[in-house]
């Protein structure tokens, strides 16, 4: 048998490869495994071999220690894999398929799944609906970040790529779509981008990145990326974006300058509870500061799409509020101007064929939008501290050598 090794989740602010059991049809004791979870039988799973395996803002939420999580937890919820094994309930799915995980584990059984609701399935995780690889809380399901991986309900998770060799060529692309391509492309959909909307989008990491290229796919007229890392500014400028360097000030004086008034028809928010001020409390950490500035950016009868994490547990947050996700919010701003509001996870499924046909057919080219990189998996810890000093690339973990060519 084969053997597996992982990326494993440390302490705050680390991350170390370590040995794991190679993957069986049965869920296992574990880190953050919820104990109704152990022993569940997986007759409906598949073994993939990892092809690609990304790091992703929402692990390092983990990584800096601003979440339960425990040590020892196997990280990754982004992966691309080859199938080596299928359960004796797989009936469509084959070894040999190259596929996209979504990172939302679900049932396709249940009502929610039912309604395409794929990212709050009532099946899979004992604790709340919900559930995703290697995350805290969210069931126990062993992480992607490692040579091999369980898939849990195969025949209903995974996207097969209709061609090996077509889908090896744009594999960086597609590595994509596990997460951060239609997380952002549900942040700009919920946000109601259409034909010639207007869309400022709150962060320039590879979601908000993501985001823009959804929005520019949606016909956006103008579509405007706001950070404060001159770098991840230059990337979302590199594909065709106007930017807001927070640094500066206020970004209604700046969008003012590009549009001509000092709102936009609809904002994303892929920055999350971890937001800082900006301006002249710029560092400082301000986690409801995000979505108050999109409210007052944002048109009368406009809408927010939040793909950006908000959780219920943050053992850093500024204060006791905030440490259980109470923030501070100008829910007033929000009523006055008949705002829509779309949060939690994107259900991955209702987009990722599509998006899959658009990198397919050359209509979009997100691994370079978001700076995409291979690197080892024995080099995982150094993407981890170079992202989390802003580094403006999207890390995709190469534990199998698919990507050794690129």
């Known amino acids: 048998m084969a053997g597996n090794r992982a990326v494993a989740y440390k302490g705050p602010g680390k991350v170390e490869v370590i040995d794991i059991d190679y993957p069986t049809f049965e869920l296992k004791d574990g880190p953050g495994v919820n104990p109704a979870n152990v022993g569940r039988k997986v007759p409906h799973g598949a073994i993939l071999k990892t092809v690609a395996t990304n790091i992703c803002g929402s692990d390092q939420h983990m990584v800096r220690g601003r979440t339960t999580a425990p040590s020892d937890l196997v990280l990754g919820h982004e992966i691309t894999g080859e199938v080596v094994e299928v359960g004796p309930g797989v009936e469509f799915i084959k070894v040999g398929d190259l596929v996209s995980v979504p990172f939302n584990i679900s049932c396709g059984r249940c009502r929610n799944c039912k309604e ?17 690889y290697g995350y805290v809380d969210m069931g126990g399901w062993v992480g ?6 369980l898939v849990p309900y195969a025949d209903w998770n995974l996207l097969k790529f209709p061609d090996r060799d077509q889908a090896l060529e744009k594999i960086l692309d597609l590595a994509m779509l596990s997460d951060i391509f239609p997380t952002g492309f549900h942040g700009a959909v919920t946000a109601g981008v259409g034909v ?8 320039a990491g590879p979601v908000g990145l993501a985001a823009a290229t959804g929005a520019m796919l949606l016909g956006a007229a103008a579509v405007i990326v706001g950070d404060m890392n001159a770098d991840r500014l230059a990337q979302a400028r590199s594909f065709g974006c106007e930017t807001v360097d927070l640094t500066k000030g206020e970004p209604a004086d700046q ?52 793909p950006g994490l908000y959780v219920t547990g943050d053992p850093g947050g500024i204060d006791a509020a905030a440490q259980k996700g109470s923030l501070s919010l100008s829910l007033g701003t929000g009523w006055a101007k008949s ?7 994107c259900p991955v499924m209702k987009y990722n064929r599509s998006l899959m046909m658009a990198i397919l057919g050359d209509k979009a080219h997100i691994a370079k939008n978001v700076n995409a990189k291979a690197i080892g998996i024995d080099d995982a810890p150094r993407g981890y501290a170079e992202f989390d000093a802003g580094a403006a690339t999207k890390y995709v973990l190469n534990p199998n050598g698919y990507l050794d060519n690129l």
């Open 196 to 203: 010639g909307s207007t869309v400022y989008i709150a962060g």
């Open 144 to 149: 992607g970040q490692a040579e091999y991986v």
């Open 255 to 306: 969008i003012e300058q590009i549009l001509g008034v000092p709102e936009v028809d609809c904002a994303v928010d892929a920055v999350g509870f971890e937001a800082k001020g900006h301006g002249s409390h710029a560092g400082e950490e301000a986690p409801a500061t995000v979505l108050n500035s999109l409210m007052d950016i944002t048109a009368a009868g406009g809408a927010l799409g939040i």
């Open 116 to 132: 395409r609701k794929t990212g709050i399935c009532l099946n899979v995780n004992p604790d709340r609906p919900g559930s995703a």
């Open 339 to 345: 705002l829509s509001f779309t949060t939690g996870q």
